[in-house]
């Protein structure tokens, strides 16, 4: 049965990664560790989308994948400056940390509910696979009605880590992010292609 | 005749002010990692106000003298404007966030106040292939106040490279030892020249006509001289901060170059390559220091790569090739033979003048932090901060980390990439070396924060 972690067994597991093959959360502090959680801050990177350069997101279009860079852009915001989140708008955003999970630990990345009570939606893809190593890519939506002023170094989330039955090492096309990732959709097209072909 | 005159160049100089301006407004956008930028920005509007203003003095006043306001509209508008301040358009945007390193520029930022502390950097990446740094002390010529340093743009987030930064930033603190030595430098060198060129048969000359060929010998030599004495102590410097991080990241920029090319006019009468890294193995490097990196880091294919690649920098400098090819050419012969004799002075005032405030690569903390983060790089994680203590006891908890210094990030980043070099063929799972980059940028961006 899967269980979350403690305080005390977070500790322990990054105790491990000091040393080996344990849990590494980076840059962390004490403070951030709750009773069965670790709060992550919002990162320096933003994606956003420039609308005004795709007529549709389709992924069957040959283009959309090589192009990605025509309709969403990355933006830096340095530290104090502010990032202003529009209702209704999405953009990709990135913890500050940087997560190492050990093969036998996964983790759900979950928003603080101060943030959520104000519209913030913080992540869609929750779910962080044992061995995955990088900063999480965070979909950040305004769900409110108000404009929302975003900083680098917010505690937006939380990381809520479970101990996994068995072992298990990433696979997935997201490899050492350091800031928030473009979406894979060559992936996702030759899924779709393969099993057409079935 | 003047009247249309000045018409014209008020129409052009009209023009000219109305497109820097508006190239201005559209480089205000708050996208720079430092509020430098934008605060050049202002102090150029403020300047294009400036020359509107004087323009109006001049044409107010142009009935008296046309030929005069003709001529104060070309040298005190135009000119300026030409030749200085619209270079800061290039610099402005090469300087935007995207367009430059930005996880590293606090970290450069950082090294430049404790190096030039009276500098006010603008750091931007350029097309050229190449380092530099250009400052000015006259009000009159660009870049006053400001001191630019440029990197070059394709490899804008080599971060390794990088470490070229140490040497560039020391350029203009080597203006106060040329300035301490150079009037000896120079009578040795005329000295020298004077006996070479006596030597010599220069039957035919004239006794003016001699004096005039000894003058632009020496004043060449002494350029010769003035220039590797400059570029040996900015290396010296580079070495004193990161070591073999210094010696590696030149080597690496330095591939594609001939390391054999003779100091010339063409080439900036630079001093050949082999010679710099014969200077800097001898005089800067400490070979106790990088035995102990050896032994201090857990024996892993990475430290035997790394050992290697130093080993084969050392067989390199070991014949002193280098010094040998200047002994060839008679100038070079004199230049360099007063580089020679200014070198052990050249690395007392480099260990002298680089503060104390800067951990340099060879202090305990440094050499202590490396194996760690080495160890990180090698998991995959930012080299970017040592976990001291860990207490797991309820009620006690702590976590406790040391923030990593900028050069045990490089070195451990350099002893990465010695073996990134070898397994890159055989090992499908290596990271790329892009993947290498981020996670030192990222370290980088850490450290300031934790800072």
Redesign the interface.
């Known amino acids: 049965m899967m269980s979350i972690l403690t305080?005390?067994v977070i500790?322990?597991e990054?105790?491990r990664?000091?040393t080996g093959?344990g849990l590494?959360v980076?840059?962390?502090?004490?403070d951030q560790?709750g009773p069965s959680s670790v709060d992550v801050h919002l990162g320096?990177e933003f994606i956003v989308f420039r609308r005004a350069l795709i007529a549709s997101f389709d992924i069957t279009d040959d283009k959309l994948s090589e192009n990605v860079h025509l309709y969403q852009e990355?933006v830096?915001i340095?530290?104090g400056?502010k990032f202003v989140l529009h209702p209704q708008q999405l953009v990709l955003g990135a913890t500050?940390e940087?997560i190492?999970l050990p093969n036998n630990i996964s983790v759900i990345i979950t928003g603080r509910s101060t943030w959520g009570r104000t519209g913030l939606i913080i992540a869609t893809a929750t779910k962080i696979d044992p061995g995955f190593?990088g900063?999480v890519t965070l979909e950040l939506m305004n769900g409110g009605v108000l404009p929302l002023v975003l900083y680098p170094?917010l505690r937006v989330a939380q990381l809520v880590l479970f101990r996994t039955e068995g072992r298990s090492t990433y696979k997935g096309s997201y490899?050492?992010p350091?800031g928030p990732t473009f979406p894979n959709l060559g992936k996702e097209i030759e899924y779709m292609n393969k099993n057409k072909h079935c | 005749m003047p009247d249309l005159q000045i018409e014209r160049i008020y129409h052009q100089i009209e023009t000219e002010l109305s497109v820097f301006s508006n190239q201005l407004k559209k480089l205000e956008v708050p996208n720079y990692p430092i509020k430098r930028c934008q605060e050049i920005i202002e102090k150029l509007i403020e300047k294009v106000e400036a020359y509107k203003d004087k323009i109006k003095l001049i044409l107010d006043q142009k009935d008296d003298n046309p030929d005069e306001a003709v001529r104060k509209l070309i040298t005190q508008i135009h000119n300026p404007l030409v030749r200085q301040d619209v270079k800061f358009l290039d610099w402005l945007r090469g300087a935007q966030t995207q367009n430059v390193p930005w996880s590293f520029i606090p970290c450069i930022e950082h090294l430049a106040q404790a190096i030039i502390p009276r500098h006010e950097l603008l750091t931007y990446c350029a097309n050229d292939y190449n380092y530099g740094i250009t400052w000015s002390q006259s009000a009159s010529s660009a870049p006053y106040p400001y001191t630019v340093l440029s990197l070059p743009r394709l490899h804008r987030t080599n971060i390794l490279w990088h470490t070229i930064i140490g040497h560039e930033l020391f350029h203009p603190r080597c203006v106060d030892f040329i300035k301490e030595h150079n009037e000896e430098a120079l009578t040795k060198i005329y000295t020298q020249c004077e006996k070479a060129f006596r030597s010599k048969e220069n039957k035919g000359l004239s006794r003016k006509l001699k004096e005039e060929q000894l003058d632009r010998i020496t004043e060449t030599t002494h350029v010769a001289w003035c220039r590797a004495m400059v570029e040996l102590l900015c290396d010296m410097a580079c070495v004193e901060l990161f070591g073999p991080a210094a010696i590696l990241a030149t080597r690496a920029f330095a591939a594609c170059s001939p390391i054999e090319e003779m100091p010339s006019p063409e080439n900036n009468f630079y001093p050949p390559r082999l010679f710099r890294f014969e200077v800097v193995w001898k005089y800067s490097m400490d070979k106790k220091k990088l035995v102990a990196i050896y032994t201090k880091c857990q024996k892993s294919e990475a430290i035997d790569c790394f050992k290697q690649e130093m080993e084969s920098f050392a067989e390199l400098v070991s014949s002193s090739e280098g010094a040998a090819l200047l002994e060839k050419h008679p100038l070079a012969k004199i230049a360099y033979g007063e580089v020679n004799r200014f070198l052990y002075r050249a690395n007392v005032f480099v260990k002298r003048t680089l503060p104390d405030t800067i951990e340099r690569w060879h202090s305990p903390k440094v050499l202590g932090q490396i194996p760690k983060l080495l160890e990180r790089l090698q998991k995959g994680v930012p080299p970017n901060e040592l976990v001291v203590r860990i207490n797991k006891s309820a009620g006690k908890e702590k976590y406790e980390t040391q923030s990593a210094e900028l050069s045990a990030i490089l070195i451990a980043g350099w002893i990465y990439e010695t073996y990134w070099q070898k397994k890159y063929d055989q090992d499908a799972e290596i990271m790329p070396y892009e993947t290498i980059s981020r996670l030192l940028l990222k370290a980088c961006e850490d450290i300031q924060f934790n800072a």
């Open positions: 305080k005390q500790l322990e990054l105790q990664g000091k093959d590494i980076s840059p962390l502090r004490i560790i320096h990355k830096r340095s530290e400056d500050r940087y190492a190593k900063c170094g490899k050492w350091t």
